[in-house]
């Protein structure tokens, strides 16, 4: 579907001659103008893989004046390793991201940005992977792009980079993803069926492997034994508010992301007002991820029934209510320590390990007359150990609605809050039933989270 080709400025010449060529090569008697001629003439997109910063510009003016002179219907793709990745076998030095990201913005607005990060010759090793880090830092740069996006993915880092290539693609429904590889490597094309298996979209995935390897990966994919493994899940969409130079909280359709100075997120709408015989439940994943900064002491805020949005805003985590409406607040650390607590009432504390940063909270609310409330909070570690803690509050205060609010302050790492679900459930009414039974009546509240305003 594509013709792709790496494009050098002839013998490193600042103000040399662009021409198709692969380092260590620095000539070639293919000029990137004799490529367009014959390319742009084609039924396939055009793939341009730019190895240093200076050959960008001129380049991209050349494109702007061919396709601006006549119809061409070609995809065009711009590629460039512009961040530094699993390189640790030989020096990698980035295409400069500002430069490469302001001349396609300029001279190719429309161009689809095929960026990347610097990988090694030998990616065997057990640190090579797409880290956090790394990630994170790319999540902040395309959250500020119009342009299309497409992230290339080495094969042979698949498996490693599992949760960090699904944070990727939750971010936008837009972004897609280009699984390439190279001929010396060893890929699992297993990793690789199971990965396409855990997208809904197929068409958010592109492939750039050698013969060898798309041949062996088509094959898998037509074994009766291949088994698929769903990453969706039952959540809701996000749709954000933000200051153009809010960084630091990255929202996706089904994750919050929150890394250096913190912020955070707030329901839109307001949560269900719960009646008698009635359950509210709020779920989801906190995870404290490892990033190249030490690990300190980390912690995420999440309130239930916020009531008055604005004052939090200005106030995190110290939001008033009026009258005699009271909201529930979950303080969770890294470490696995947690407070729970009414506002203005009663705290109880609880601890869970993990092996892996990871927990799953679950909170609930229910009354038994509609007057009275009843707050109940599971904290399970997300690791083979499985570890619990529970912990309950009571108020006399009236059930009230309010919004859902998750916030971070300052953090020496980052924080993932995925996979929030908002959920209403009746009580069985007779036979003197002691719990919620999803079985009588279920409502899932995708809206509950599903428009969210950012406010920093």
């Given at each position: 579907?594509m013709?792709?080709a790496?494009v050098l400025?002839?013998?490193?010449q600042?103000?040399g ?8 090569a620095?000539?070639?008697?293919l000029t990137?103008a004799d490529?367009?001629k014959q390319t742009?003439?084609s ?6 893989d730019?190895?240093t910063i200076v ?8 494109i ?13 793709w711009?590629?460039?390793?512009i961040?530094?990745g699993?390189c640790?076998d030989k020096?990698?030095?980035p295409v400069?991201?500002f430069?490469?990201l302001?001349?396609?913005?300029k001279?190719?607005?429309k161009?689809?940005l095929?960026i990347?990060?610097?990988t090694?010759?030998n ?18 740069l395309v ?10 993915i080495?094969a042979v880092l698949v498996?490693?980079s599992?949760e ?7 971010l ?9 590889s190279s001929?010396?490597d060893?890929v699992?094309v297993?990793d ?5 298996g855990?997208v809904l ?8 492997l050698?013969?060898s390897?798309?041949?062996?990966f ?10 698929y493994?769903?990453?969706?899940v039952?959540s ?6 933000a200051?153009k130079q809010?960084?630091?909280v990255?929202?996706?359709?089904n ?7 913190g ?11 719960i009646?008698a ?7 989801g994943i906190?995870?404290?991820v490892?990033t190249d ?8 805020i999440?309130q239930?029934?916020?009531e ?10 110290k ?5 005699d409406g009271?909201?529930v ?5 890294n ?7 009414i506002?203005?009432g009663?705290?109880k504390?609880?601890?869970?390990k ?9 909170i ?5 007359d509609?007057k009275?409330?009843?707050?109940k909070c599971w904290?399970?570690?997300q690791?083979s150990k499985?570890e ?8 006399e205060?009236e ?6 609010l ?10 993932l809050?995925?996979?929030v ?9 007779s036979?003197?039933?002691k719990?919620?039974?999803y079985f009588h009546k279920?409502?899932?509240?995708l809206?509950a ?5 950012l406010?920093l």
């Open positions: 579907m013709l792709e790496d400025m002839r013998n490193n600042v103000n001659t662009p021409v198709m060529a692969h380092p260590p620095v000539d070639s008697n990137l490529f367009l742009t003439t039924s396939k997109g055009i793939k341009l730019f190895k050959v960008v510009e001129p380049s991209l003016k050349m702007e004046n061919m396709t601006s002179s006549r119809d061409v219907k070609n995809p065009i711009l590629n460039a390793d961040l530094p699993p640790y020096i990698c030095v400069d991201h430069r490469f302001s001349f396609c913005k001279y190719f607005p161009a689809t095929s990347s990060w610097t090694g010759y990616m065997t090793t057990a640190e090579n992977y797409y880290n956090w880090s790394q990630v994170i830092s790319m999540g902040k959250s500020q792009i119009s342009q299309p996006i497409t992230l290339p080495r498996k490693r599992w960090q290539i699904h944070w990727l693609l939750d936008s429904e837009t972004f897609t993803i280009t699984i390439w001929v010396s060893k699992d297993q690789l069926v199971r990965l396409r855990s979209d197929k068409r958010r995935v592109f492939y750039d050698p013969p390897q798309e041949k062996a088509k094959a898998a994919l037509k074994s009766p034994g291949t088994k493994i769903s990453n969706s039952n809701f969409g996000w749709r954000v508010i200051r809010c960084e630091d990255l929202v996706g359709r994750s919050v992301m929150f890394s250096g100075k912020g955070l997120v707030i329901s839109d709408k307001i949560l269900y007002k009646t015989y009635y359950y509210l439940f709020v779920n906190c995870s404290f490892k900064a030490p690990n300190h002491k980390r912690s995420v999440i239930v029934h916020v008055n949005a604005k004052s939090t805003v200005t106030n995190i985590g939001a008033s209510s009026s009258g009271k909201f607040t979950l303080v969770l650390h470490n696995g320590d947690f407070q729970f607590s506002n203005g009663d705290t504390l609880g601890s869970v993990s092996d892996t940063n990871m927990f799953k909270f679950l609930t609310e229910g009354s038994p509609g009275r409330r009843t707050f904290i399970t570690a690791d499985k619990e803690a529970f912990v309950s509050l009571e108020t205060s059930p009230m609605a309010g919004h859902l998750i916030s971070t302050g300052v953090q020496s790492g980052a924080v809050v995925q996979k679900e908002i959920r209403l459930a009746a009580s069985e009414t036979g003197g039933g719990g919620p039974h279920f409502l899932s509240v809206w989270v599903a428009a969210t305003t406010y």
